[in-house]
Every structure is written in structure tokens, then in C-alpha cells.
């Protein structure tokens, strides 16, 4: 569970401005989104746009009182707000874009390399770089043996992931990691229930990697 001490250093309106910052910064990420991937038809609806801008916020919220105004703040707010938009375009295209995967993964070894000069140590972004690099080599081996089950996007997608779950620590990584398939597993469980026993062809597999990074990442200390 999170630091009593980070939640208590977390006021109210801190938290409003935070979750008001997520709410343009989701808005923002749609706008760049539509912009730089127009392929991606249909685009959102209204609505689409506006219940994703208030999943951000409320995910920065949450990450602001997890993490506090600390360091790392900015670099978890950048994944919740492209994870949010990952998640939708994988939801409906079955597609996890390198143009928002590969920055997710520059701007987090950037903005946590930032955070760990700002806090004067090098252990956990060292940490990060690795937990990285073996989520990502777990994924693709996976996806070797079974390529029906695991995308290359998925692949790509694990070593933001990885950065972002290392960087807090080596529990945090194996979690993050087996809590994506058991999410996926029941996500998968819950269409075939919905489908009267009859199996989907594809399941977007990236939502739930991304839930559960973040619920990983909200509740552990």
C-alpha cells in the first residue's frame, strides 16, 4: 500500500491540480494522436475522448497521491496519460503504435534519469534499464513459443513497462509482469462468457498489461 507519509504530503488541492493537469494532458494526448497516427479510423467519438481525458486525470490523481511531489512524479503521469490512449487504440484496432510505445519508453528513461540526479542516486534507474530489458526479452520469448497469444506490439510494449515497474523495485517488476497475464486471462475468461462459450479470434492483450503496471505501481511501496 502506499507511504502514509507520500499520501500525507499529497493535500487535497494538489491532488485537483494534478488530476485538472491529467484531464488537458489526456485531451493534448488525443489531439497528437489523431494527428500523428491518422490511419487510425474511425477516430474516437465525443464521448470516447472525453472518458478517456478523465481516466488520465483520475490516474494522475491517484499517482499523485501514491508518489507525492516527488521526483518521479512526471514520469508516471506520462505513462498513465499515453497508457490510457495505448490501451483505447488497442481496445479498438488491436494495434500498439511504435509512435507512442517507443516515446513512452524515451520520455520514462529520460524523466526517470531526471528524477534519480534530482534525488542523487543511480541504483534505481539502473534497475530500471534492466527490469526493461529482461520484461521486454520475457515477452518475446513468450511470443516465440506462442505467437497466437502474444503480438510483437505486446513485446515492444513490456519494456516501458519493465523501465517503469524496475524502477520501484525487482517485486514490483515480477508483479507487474504475472499480473498482466492473470488480468488477461480473465479478461479472456469474461469475453467467452460473453460470447455464450464461443472464443474471440484477438484479444487486446496491452489493456491489461497496462492495468495491471499501474495497480502494481499504485499499490505497492
Not at 68 to 79: H, Q, R, W
Request: glycine letters at 12%; charged letters at 10%; proline letters at 6%.
Amino acid at each position: 500500500m502506499p507511504d502514509p507519509a507520500l499520501a500525507g504530503s499529497a493535500p487535497l488541492l494538489f491532488l485537483a491540480g494534478i488530476a485538472a493537469g491529467g484531464l488537458c494532458l489526456g485531451l493534448l494526448a488525443d489531439v497528437v494522436v489523431r494527428r500523428t497516427l491518422p490511419q487510425l479510423t474511425p477516430h474516437p467519438t465525443l464521448a470516447g475522448r472525453t472518458t478517456a481525458a478523465l481516466a488520465a486525470a483520475a490516474l494522475c490523481a491517484l499517482l499523485a497521491w501514491r508518489f507525492g511531489a516527488s521526483p518521479e512524479l512526471p514520469a508516471y503521469i506520462f505513462l498513465a496519460v499515453i497508457g490510457v490512449q495505448l490501451a483505447r487504440i488497442d481496445v479498438i484496432h488491436h494495434l500498439l503504435p511504435n509512435r507512442l510505445v517507443i516515446p513512452l519508453l524515451g520520455a520514462g528513461i529520460l524523466l526517470l534519469a531526471g528524477a534519480s540526479v534530482a534525488l542523487g542516486g543511480w541504483e534505481k534507474l539502473a534497475r530500471a534499464l534492466a527490469g526493461g530489458v529482461i520484461l521486454f526479452f520475457f515477452y518475446f520469448i513468450l511470443a516465440l513459443i506462442s505467437p497466437k497469444g502474444l503480438g510483437m506490439g505486446d513485446v515492444k510494449l513490456a519494456a516501458p513497462l519493465g523501465l517503469y515497474l524496475g524502477y520501484l523495485g525487482w517485486t514490483q517488476l515480477f508483479y507487474g509482469g504475472a499480473l498482466g497475464f492473470v488480468a488477461g486471462g480473465l479478461v479472456s475468461a469474461a469475453l467467452v462468457f460473453k460470447n455464450r462459450g464461443n472464443k474471440p479470434t484477438e484479444v487486446a492483450f496491452g489493456p491489461s498489461m497496462l492495468a495491471a503496471a499501474l495497480i502494481v505501481i499504485l499499490l505497492t511501496a
